[in-house]
């Protein structure tokens, strides 16, 4: 089955991360195919590069960009969501004239389209929320 | 927005559940921003405004006092973008001390259980 996945919560303060990818990487060990995982809301916050969990903690945001790698995830960030949260890669960083980008390896900036397409294209949308 | 807008005509039910408060917590005007966007897709959608939810489409919000921006005339434009079928959980709104003529927009008042056989035919559904 081809999944979509919508986070609508930042890492630590909720769950909804953690559950996300252990769903995403159990469907994954199944056979299935994640098409896209949609960070919306505070979910955009998983994105940073900046984290510095305690090291007896897991890491949300490198345990995203490792699935990305592992198996060709597409990790995509809203845009409007993003910009408000202050998370930026580094074309938005010159295009809004910030000195720093923080978006992590594996994830992409894109729009609400985005979101909108995987309902289109996915068997199932998951979404993880509050 | 981008070039995924042609899906080769696809056409699939998509609810969007409104929960929250309109203001508090960002939910609704994030999940209103949601909606306009999808409306160019040319996708059957619908909108659910249930438990907190319903405050989102009360009439004369004011919000000058905590320096939030009044969104609340842009669920007056849905209708623009062919969006027309926005549903209201009864339950919701007697136990909210509302009725149907405190809403900005027009709506379909429906009790939790008919609202349940909505939410089964459908495609996708995003819960805010």
Not at chain 1, 9 to 38: C, L, M, N, W
Not at chain 1, 113 to 121: M, N, P, S, V
Not at chain 2, 65 to 89: H, Q, W
Not at chain 2, 120 to 125: F, G, L, P, R, S
């Amino acid at each position: 089955m081809k999944f979509g996945i919508l986070i609508n919560e930042g890492p630590y303060q909720h769950q909804s991360s953690d559950s996300a990818y252990q769903f995403a990487k159990a469907s994954i060990e199944k056979g299935h195919t994640i098409f896209r995982v949609f960070f919306y809301h505070d979910g955009v916050n998983n994105a940073t590069n900046l984290t510095a969990p305690p090291t007896d903690d897991r890491n949300v945001t490198l345990r995203w960009t490792e699935l990305a790698q592992e198996h060709d995830v597409d990790l995509v960030v809203c845009i409007a969501a993003a910009l408000r949260r202050g998370i930026l890669d580094e074309s938005e960083a010159k295009r809004q004239n910030k000195a720093n980008f923080n978006l992590a390896d594996g994830f992409r900036i894109s729009g609400l389209g985005q979101l909108i397409e995987a309902g289109i294209q996915c068997d199932r949308v998951v979404v993880f929320g509050d | 927005m981008e070039d995924e807008m042609m899906e080769g005509g696809v056409v699939k039910k998509f609810m969007y559940v409104n929960r929250k408060a309109p203001y508090g917590t960002i939910y609704a005007l994030e999940s209103l921003e949601v909606v306009l966007i999808a409306a160019a897709f040319e996708q059957d959608v619908s909108l659910i405004f249930m438990d907190d939810g319903v405050f989102q489409i009360k009439k004369g919000q004011k919000t000058d006092g905590v320096d939030m921006k009044n969104f609340s005339p842009t669920y007056r434009a849905l209708e623009m973008y062919d969006i027309e079928k926005l549903y209201v959980c009864k339950e919701s709104l007697e136990a909210r001390g509302m009725s149907e003529d405190d809403l900005i927009v027009d709506v379909e008042v429906l009790e939790r259980a008919a609202l349940q056989d909505l939410m089964d035919e459908q495609d996708v559904v995003f819960s805010f």
